[in-house]
């Protein structure tokens, strides 16, 4: 079976099978439950803080993958204003960049058709004045169902950090995951440390310090 762009906007796709066995003197057929497949939108913002608040902010480039290491980035459809969908096999113009979009909404991205796992978005390019993240951000998409009615929910999850930073882990040293619907990327202006061994911006400090 191939999920098509139609079959997306709907959030949800039922399927089942049916398989008939047997000789043709006696044939025997069994059906598979029906089961449905869903997919959701994630929202994510990408902002600075500033003395007013949360600002937007365009011109931010990532790759979104199942792959810790961003290899084999998921390619979209750029629907336009920050809006993608997951490309199909019969999209022809896809591409594996999403953009943080300029105008009414600012720094907002809206990745369409994300079924339930795992996701790792990465940034390939800050916006100008900002410095680039140096790690993923991960998101993951829980699937459960109501024991009840059958129901299956998805929700959009993502690790809570401690106040230094740091993702916050339970008892068993598992981490903490939080339901969210928008994931809020945040980046930094300020001059980056240098690598070690390289000058960076060392030297304005030792010039500074002699002055």
Excluded at 158 to 185: C, H
């Amino acid at each position: 079976a191939t999920i098509n762009a139609d079959a997306l906007k709907y959030d949800e796709v039922n399927n089942k099978a049916t398989l008939d066995y047997g000789d043709e003197n006696h044939t025997t057929s069994t059906e598979t439950p029906e089961v449905p497949t869903k997919y959701i939108d994630v929202n994510i913002l990408k902002f600075a803080k500033t003395n007013s608040g949360e600002t937007g902010l365009d011109g931010a480039e990532f790759t979104l993958s199942k792959n810790e290491d961003g290899t084999d980035p998921i390619s979209f459809v750029d629907l336009t204003n920050g809006n993608y969908r997951v490309a199909t096999e019969e999209d022809e113009n896809t591409t594996t960049t999403v953009v943080s979009p300029a105008g009414t909404d600012i720094g907002k991205i809206n990745l369409d058709g994300l079924g339930a796992g795992t996701y790792y978005l990465t940034e390939t390019k800050a916006p100008d004045g900002y410095n680039l993240l140096k790690a993923p951000v991960k998101i993951v998409i829980t699937e459960t169902t109501d024991a009840t009615t059958g129901e299956t929910t998805l929700t959009v999850q993502i690790p809570e950090l401690n106040d230094d930073g740091s993702v916050k882990e339970d008892a068993d040293g598992n981490e903490v995951l939080m339901s969210t619907d928008q994931v809020k990327v945040q980046n930094m202006t300020g001059a980056e440390l240098p690598s070690t061994g390289g000058i960076g911006t060392t030297i304005f400090y030792v010039l500074g310090g002699i002055l």
